[in-house]
């Protein structure tokens, strides 16, 4: 049974910066794409970051301020955010299991509960 279990949210002030990981069990997925979504209230859920075989990719919201990697040996998965804003403030799910690198939320087959990430001014 394939599991993702986020950690690592909380409130934080802007300009902090923070690691959100994923726990993965029951797959390694070493070979399909991975990646961090957010939705904050009343929005759609969005393409964060994703990382795959291919490379990383960031949408321009975080580009140049995060970080996403994956540690294989431990089966684990990282976001690294800096320089955090209110407007990144949501909750961040990490997924699993698209065929190729996409920002297409529906390709993922497998998502964590989520984890909070709260952004004061």
């Known amino acids: 049974q394939v599991q993702l279990v986020e950690s690592g949210g909380g409130l934080m002030q802007t300009g902090d910066s923070l690691r959100l990981a994923c726990a993965i069990s029951?797959?390694?997925?070493?070979?399909?794409?991975m990646a961090w979504f957010r939705q904050a209230p009343g929005t759609e859920r969005e393409f964060v970051a994703i990382i795959s075989l291919s490379g990383d990719e960031y949408s321009d919201s975080v580009k140049g301020r995060s970080t996403i990697s994956r540690d294989y040996d431990n089966n684990m998965m990282y976001l690294q955010m800096n320089s955090l804003k209110p407007e990144d403030t949501a909750i961040y799910y990490c997924a699993a299991g698209a065929p190729i690198a996409t920002p297409n939320p529906g390709s993922y087959d497998y998502w964590g509960h989520g984890t909070q990430v709260t952004v004061s001014s």
């Open positions: 029951g797959r390694t997925f070493r070979n399909h794409a």
